[in-house]
Every structure is written in C-alpha cells, then in structure tokens.
C-alpha cells in the first residue's frame, strides 16, 4: 500500500516515495526542513490514510531515551509500601511503558512519530541505535525482553538544531522536504482553503514570496504561517487592492503579525517600506 | 550490482556505507520502483543521503555517473535554447572574467575543463527540474556563484584572496562563510571536545535522589523523605573568536573542522569572527561583515565571565597590527589591537589562543610571541593535543 497523500496532505512525488521505502523496508524515516512544511502533519496524515494508530513522542531536553521504552516508578512502589499495600511485592505493577513500547504492543502495524529528535541530549539517538535496529529491549527490573509485535512505521522529525551521530543515520532513511514552490503552494492553499478567491490568492501569494526573498529575516514565514494569515485575510474579508496597497499602514502588509513572528523582522520591514516610498 | 554507482557517490566523498548500498539492493528487489529514472533518483537519495548539504554533491555523482545514459551537449543546447552562437557565449564569457579569475580558471585546467564542469553542472540542474524540485545553492565549492549560468556571462566565485601579508587592504572583499557542514574528519576533534563536557548541577531540582531519600527516610524511622536533585546538564558556555582573511586561508580547512565539531558539543556557543587581530568590532556572518559589525565592548558587557574563550587565528601579522593605535590593516582603530585583547582576558576567566600554525614554527615569528604574552601563555597549536591541553586549562 503506498502513501499518496490525503486530502489535507499534499506529498511531493519524492516525499512519497520516501515513504513508500521506509514502510516496505521496515526502517526509520528521518524528515528534516524548514519549520512549518508539514514535519510533524506528515505523521499525522499518514496514520489517518492508513487507518491505524499515531503514538506520539515529543522530545525535549531532558528527554531520556529510556524514557521511550519504561520507566520504574520508584516513588509509588516506596509509598506503597509504606502504606502496606500488597501490590508492592510485585515489581511488574511499577513498570511504566513509554511510547515505543505501546508501539511494539500495539495490534495493528502503528505509526510512531519521535517528533523533534536534535531537541534531546547528544547522546539521545546513540542511546536507541538497537532498539530501532532489533525494535527489541529488555527490561531489567522483570528481566523481561519485549519484541515488537509488528514493527512500527516510524517517522522522525529534526530541525537540525544538532547533528545527529552517523551510526543512527546509517539506521535510517532521509528525506529533506524543500519548501515548497509557488504552484505547490497553491495546491496546499487549495487543500486547506477551498473557498478562497483566485485573485485573493494570487495577490496573496505574490506578497508571501516578496517577503520570502527580503534578506537579513530572522524568521522567515513558511507554509504554516501562509495558512494562518490566508485564514484571517478570509475572516476578515479583506480585498486583493488592500493588499497591493504598499502605502497602507505604514507599508505593512495587513494582518502582518500572523507572517512576521519577531519585532526585528517588523521594523525591519517598516524601514523598507519607508525607504521605498520616498525613492 | 551498483557497485560502480557506489563507488563514484564515494569518489565524490558522500558519505555512504556498504549498510546503506544494501538497503537499497533490498529496495530494488521489493520494488519500491520499477524502471524510473527519477524514481531511482528519489529512492537512493533517501537512501543513501543522510544530510541535505550532502545533496549537492549526490546530484554532482549521479549526474556524472549517468552522463553516458543522458548525455547532452550543454552549448549546443544553450545555443538552442537562447538562439546564440557559441563563439559569442565564450566571448561573453571571457570578457566577463577578471585577470585573477583567469588565473584562477588556468589553475583548473583551462576554460575546456571549466566548461566541462559546467557542463556537468548544467546537466545536474536539468535533473533537478526533471524532478520538479528547486535549485539549491549549498555554496563553498562552486566556482560558479550562486546562479550557476546566466544567459549574459557566467559569474565566477571569487575563491581565495590572492595577497598575503596585506600592508593596507582597502579593496572590499567577500570571505567564505565558514559552512559547518565540512566533512566530518573531525571526529577526533569532537572526542578531543567532549572533555569540555564539564557535568554541573544548576537548575530546578528535578530528579529523584534514591540514595538521598533512602538515608532520609532511614533517619525518619520510615517515615518517607523524598529527596530531590537537580538534573545533570552540560552548562559549559562558550565563545569562539575565529580569525579570517588574510594569512589564514591556508588554515580555513582546519578551522572549519573545528567549527563544525564544536556545533554539536555545547548548549551555548556562539561564534565571531576578526581579522588578524581582535579591535572594536567583531562580526557574527562573514559576508555582512560591512554591515553588521558588533561592538566588542557589549560583547563583554554581554556574556559572563564564566564563558569560556577561544580565539582561533595564526597570529602572524604585522607587530604594530598589535600593539599601535591605527594598526589594523582594514580601518584605523582609536585603541590598540593589544588593548582590546587584555580587556577581553581581563574580564574573562578563562582564554586561550588555539594556533594552526606548527608550534615549532612559532619563534620565527614576532607577532605569535606578542600574542602568546598577551593571552598570559595560553596558547597551543591547533592539533589533537593542544586542543586537549588547552581544554585542560579552560
């Protein structure tokens, strides 16, 4: 079965085919890109056209990778006990699976999605080299070995924050998703907002890509952002001339704060826009 | 199969395993793609390509490896595409280059060979848009700037800057950014790094302390006490002051490996770079260095004393580059190169001064002894050892 998409999703071929090879051959997918192309919605999307379950690991910097697997929660076994409980005699009844278990447990083929993996220490992904290779463990304090009933789909999203050791790149597939062109986008602005008027859009995007290639950003905005703005341009009705209209607000593009994430980047615009005025 | 595939990615230095040629034999057979050129391009990318810096160069190998399957001449099909004859695309082209890029082209082979790599160049950019995906630049190698060609000349990257020792250089020039992302030979530099890896408890208390809480709960007669502890982190701050230009491009490959392996090791790091000698001004990038320069002084009041710095440059430069006022090859400076330096050790705990230059080498030049007083000794050569010795006293 090969991912083709869904109607809120659109793949490139490549990313597609990225796929594809990660689910025939069993191994990790490891997505990188800007910000906001869709990372994270491509784990999502994917579970929901295959029908199955999305188990959902975020990372953060205090993520330990055996956090993934279980955890021995101490502190209630030693409350337990000293309450008298009879539960505290058996260790199983403190063991705490993390999300790769329940994705090993799970009946139907799940997909896992590690959502932002250079967040972790260095060490993080050295630390699950074997258990992504085998999709197997063991848990000391039962002296059990868990295998994967199935192995998951598992999806990996990095934001390049770190470099990621070469031992668990070997272990994985790549895909870098490339921001998307000005016909790609209006394909994903279609998927999103099908009602939106044609030279809305057009105006719209024309602006979006203006402001792309402005140099010194600190930010630049990407597909999310697009979508958010395109939505209160819709909420608030506003016409394509207000848009082309440079003189408007100090040269600001309306509703420029769903666009613009940073206050540098904003009077960075401002001065352009004043500059462009008086030439 | 494939093996003389593998052996040109790996001849055009990607970084590929056997593991990885497997993984994609294995693809083939289950038949991810069937007979598809570009589909094949897609999956061994996936496959075989762990970085997206490392595209450039995949497209570069699988352009040149399937040169024989799509050949193309590159000017007769320019001179279709454009309605030009070829005589007038090498005029314009030659009339395009400065006497140093013709040196420069010499050094490569001539302009036969360089219109071959841009013929391969040409053909890799028809590849990608077969794909339908963009034209990225990932810059450093290309001796075609970034557009590649352009129908009125082609635009040559200016490499290296050929003088040394500049006495006064007033002609505006662009340096390489340094990329970090420079092959990863580096390795033992980040083994070297990692001693730096100073393990500090600060922060919330997070973690459950066992042994504390147990010894606790012991004293209370059983009465459980739990104790926590902070999590452990990497707290180690630095700053890395790197010296460009100059006498130092012949030292560009090492510092860029130390560059690159420093990326990954600390939780803040921060780079900025000089020219010769520190002065008032730094730079963060090195290409808007005219434009955005940083004061060094709020540079001070900006980082704590506890960071640490590590300044890399050869140290070989003029003496009154050090220690006149107006000394500076580039602009005149009010204070004195040595001035800014004492004031950078003065409020600094811990600086060294790491030198590609061989230590051996270091007495036949003036300035390395300046230097090496100014930063109280602390200086070591750019090697494996010193980098651990001067770890060690950081």
Known sequence: ?279 | MLIEFFLTLRKYRLKTSIRELLDLINALKNQAIFADIDAFYFLARTVLVKDETQYDRFDKAFADYFSGIQDLDVLSALKQAYQIPEDWLRKEFEKNLSPEEKAQIEAMGGLDKLMETLKKRFEEQKERHAGGSKWIGTGGTSPFGSGGYNPEGVRIGEDQPRQRKAVKVWQQRQYKNLDANTEISSRTMKLALKKLRRFARTGASEKLDLNGTISATAKQGGMLDVHMEPERHNAVKVLMFFDIGGSMDDYIKTCEELFSAAHSEFKHLSFFYFHNCLYEHVWEGNIRRRSESIDTMSLINRFGRDYKVIFVGDATMGPYEIDAPGGSVEHWNQESGSSWLNKITNHFDNVVWLNPQPEEHWSYHYSIGMMKSLMKDKMYPLTLDGIGRAIKEL
């Open chain 1, 1 to 279: 079965m090969k991912f083709e998409g869904t109607k809120n999703y659109v793949a490139s071929e490549s990313l597609k085919l990225a796929v594809h090879a990660a689910m025939l051959l069993e191994k990790p997918l490891l997505i990188k890109g800007e910000p906001g192309t869709g990372k994270t919605m491509l784990a999502q999307e994917l579970a929901d056209s295959l029908g199955t379950e999305l188990i959902q690991w975020h990372i953060k910097s205090t993520t330990k990778a055996q956090q993934g697997l279980y955890e021995y929660d101490a502190v209630s076994r030693l409350r337990d006990s000293q309450l008298g409980d009879e539960k505290v005699h058996d260790i199983a009844n403190y063991i705490v699976k993390g999300k790769m278990w329940q994705s090993f447990d799970a009946d139907v083929r799940p997909v896992l999605l590690i959502d932002e993996i250079d967040k972790a220490d260095i060490e993080f992904p050295n630390d699950l080299l074997l258990e992504l290779d085998k999709m197997e463990f063991h848990v000391y304090e039962t002296q059990e070995r868990i295998v994967a009933k199935q192995r998951p789909i598992v999806i990996i999203t990095s934001n390049n924050e770190k470099e990621l050791p070469d031992a668990f790149l070997r272990r994985c597939f790549f895909h870098y998703i490339d921001f998307p062109n000005k016909d790609e986008m209006q394909q994903i602005i279609e998927v999103h907002h099908p009602h939106i008027k044609q030279d809305l859009l057009t105006t719209a995007l024309e602006v979006f890509f203006q402001l792309r290639e402005l140099p010194h950003l600190k930010k630049k905005p990407s597909t999310s952002e697009l979508l958010d703005w395109l939505k209160l341009l819709i909420a608030e009705d506003i016409e394509p001339e207000v848009l082309r209209d440079k003189s408007n607000k100090g040269g600001l593009v309306p509703l420029f704060g769903a666009l613009l994430k940073n206050e540098q980047d904003v009077s960075l615009l401002q001065k352009l826009a004043f500059m462009s005025k008086r030439r």
